[in-house]
């Protein structure tokens, strides 16, 4: 079994986003990543981090999943459209909490949910955005870090 590590405190906060709303089947969520990254590529940007995504439910309908690709880029805004894509000069959740594995096998990223839902309920937390999935690699390990946007009443 995979490691969980959990933190509470995070931040996610970059300037100069563009963001790419799909409908993708689960399976083929790699489509939409490919199709955002080109879109914005095409339109005079570079990549400035690694591209991330959200998505309002973990399970799709009819294996479908409605997901927002992120792909945070170095340039000001050019001017340029990029059909179908948001561009925000700042982008920002100042609460959230978050757990990271090393996993890319189903079961564990279900533990995750697991893991970060009780978090939520442990600390009488509610849900204020998304769930955002990011992934980078480190030493040669892809970690995924899975983020939500928390309040308190």
Known sequence: MTE????????????????????????????????????????????????FYSTP??????????????????????????????FNSYFSISTMYGVRISSTNPEDF???????QAMLIEDDAEEASPIFFMSSKINGTVYTDIRIGVRFE
């Open 110 to 116: 279900d533990k995750a949910l697991e893991k970060l």
């Open 57 to 86: 439910q973990v399970e799709g309908h009819d294996g479908m999943l409605d997901i927002t690709v992120y792909l945070p880029v170095n340039e000001d805004y050019l001017g340029e459209e990029v059909e179908l894509a948001e």
């Open 4 to 51: 969980i590590l959990e933190g509470r405190n995070q931040t996610l906060t970059l300037s100069n986003v563009w963001s790419v709303n799909y409908t993708v089947e689960v399976d083929k969520i790699g489509i939409a990543f490919k199709d955002a990254l080109d879109s914005i590529t095409a339109a005079g940007y570079t990549l400035k981090t690694d591209l």
